[in-house]
């Protein structure tokens, strides 16, 4: 290990050891650890969970094949493709729908050889091409990592609980998700799709319902019995994911592939408890991926920290793995949300650090008002215009310029949150979103090293 190496260890080591020591809670927290983790916990069962956004290659230009070139695909267990889409009736579905279903961006736009993971351009009659054959050929170049199909999202949680209501209905959307995604059964659009021609692209599904029993966007419906009913659809899903392995099993001698489950679930008290119970549904889950972030968000009149490891009276990482410990969940299925992006407001004033402080509104961002990918807040931080502040006792940045203030995540920050995933004995850092991240992968790598390197 080099120098450099041993004193950042010793930097996010030492952090944690103050944070444990002064924070409120900590002691309970850590005392809520399941037996046989903690810090014996081996580092290569640590999970390294990325989200690839499917619209991310248009203005972003974030490709399959930079998640390689950046050193981030060797060092992820996992990538979340955001998102798959649930249809009125009840169905996982595709095509080329404009904000329903992108299937060119899926399997059906051609990449050259310059956006190829392997540097041989598509052509024009082979099934599968676009993002899921990438994600194919990078799996072949990173053996172990695996891809997991995202459903839902913000947006696109719609039909959720329409979807499970009954246990017929249940049974219709897992076997419709497992037959398009898992074994890759793509309408046909042109040369591409066809039966099987997104086979072996997928190791599991991710579960991203937001939310069961509680309001989510505008358009998204939900009902007290979403609780009982997203039980259910996981035990559905581990049950034909089950029995689809047996299949493949029988049919190839015996060879047992494992599909994995998992979800992503909300930081809020009131959320997990209408939602979800938790006891049961995680001996169904493989891990679950806990909203480590957008604890205060830019449309909010007071600036605040999105993301803080601890926050007295407020939401916080250790807040989230408490509460969900406290409901049944196994600390070491629990995987620790961490952004790549930062909630920034304008018009901030009452002096100070900025934080706390009455603001006029979300602050210009390049996508989104109020949104900012790390990459470019970076940027700002080197710039001199802004100042960088730090929670050393909450495990939080923030930068703030006398008007402008965005609350983020910094390699600093997530070493001392990798710390406390490793302390806690817990499943391991999941990212929002690999697009977010520096072209040499600088977030991820500070995971890495934080987690253990692989």
């Not at 993971?117 to 598509?122: E, F, I, P, Y």
């Not at 994911?241 to 930081?267: I, N």
């Not at 920050?413 to 806690?424: N, T």
Request: glycine content about 12%; some cysteine.
């Amino acid at each position: 290990m080099r120098r450099n190496t041993l004193v950042r260890t010793a930097v996010a080591v030492g952090s944690l050891s103050l944070i444990a020591a002064l924070s409120p809670g900590a002691a309970s927290a850590a005392g809520e650890r399941s037996p046989g983790h903690g810090d014996r916990h081996e580092r290569a069962d640590l999970k390294r969970v990325g989200y690839f956004t499917q619209w991310g290659v248009y203005g972003r230009d974030f490709q399959v094949k930079d998640m390689d070139t950046s050193g981030q695909a060797g060092r992820l267990t996992h990538i979340n493709y955001a998102f798959g889409n649930v249809s009125a009736d009840g169905k996982c579905f595709t095509g080329n729908i404009p904000g329903e279903a992108d299937a060119w961006a899926d399997y059906a736009r051609p990449l050259d050889a310059a956006d190829s993971v392997d540097g041989v351009a598509d052509t024009a009659e082979q099934p599968l091409a676009g993002n899921f054959n990438q994600l194919r050929e990078l799996k072949a170049k990173h053996p172990g990592l695996k891809a997991m199909i995202s459903l839902g999202g913000w947006s696109w949680s719609t039909h959720f609980s329409d979807a499970v209501r009954t246990p017929e209905s249940r049974k219709a959307l897992v076997a419709s998700c497992i037959d398009l995604y898992i074994k890759g059964n793509l309408p046909v659009d042109g040369a591409r799709g066809g039966q099987g021609a997104a086979a072996g692209v997928f190791d599991g599904i991710d579960l991203d319902w937001e939310w069961p029993g509680s309001a989510g966007d505008t358009d998204t419906v939900y009902r007290p019995e979403d609780k009982k009913n997203f039980t259910a659809l996981v035990r559905e899903f581990r049950v034909q994911l089950d029995a689809y392995e047996k299949a493949q099993a029988k049919q190839h001698g015996g060879k047992r592939k494992h599909y994995e489950l998992s979800a992503f679930v909300p930081t809020a008290p009131a959320k997990i408890d209408a939602g979800f119970e938790v006891a049961k549904i995680m001996r169904d889950f493989d891990f679950v991926n806990l909203q480590g972030y957008d604890f205060h968000v830019s449309g909010e009149s007071t600036t605040a920290q999105q993301s803080a490891l601890f926050a007295r009276g407020d939401f916080s990482v250790d807040q989230t793995v408490r509460d969900w410990l406290r409901r049944g969940a196994p600390a070491h299925k629990l995987v620790v949300g961490m952004p790549f992006y930062g909630q920034g407001w304008t018009g901030v004033t009452g002096g100070g650090d900025g934080l706390g402080q009455p603001a006029t509104g979300p602050a210009p961002a390049t996508w989104a008002a109020g949104y900012e990918d790390y990459k470019a807040l970076k940027k700002l931080a080197d710039s001199g215009t802004y100042k960088v502040h730090r929670n050393l006792l909450g495990g939080h940045a923030w930068l703030f310029d006398g008007t402008t203030l965005w609350t983020y995540d910094d390699p600093q920050v997530l070493r001392v949150k990798s710390a406390y995933v490793r302390a806690m004995g817990l499943g391991g850092a999941m990212f929002w979103s690999l697009d977010g991240d520096t072209a040499d992968g600088e977030l991820t790598a500070a995971v890495d090293r934080g987690l253990g390197r692989r």
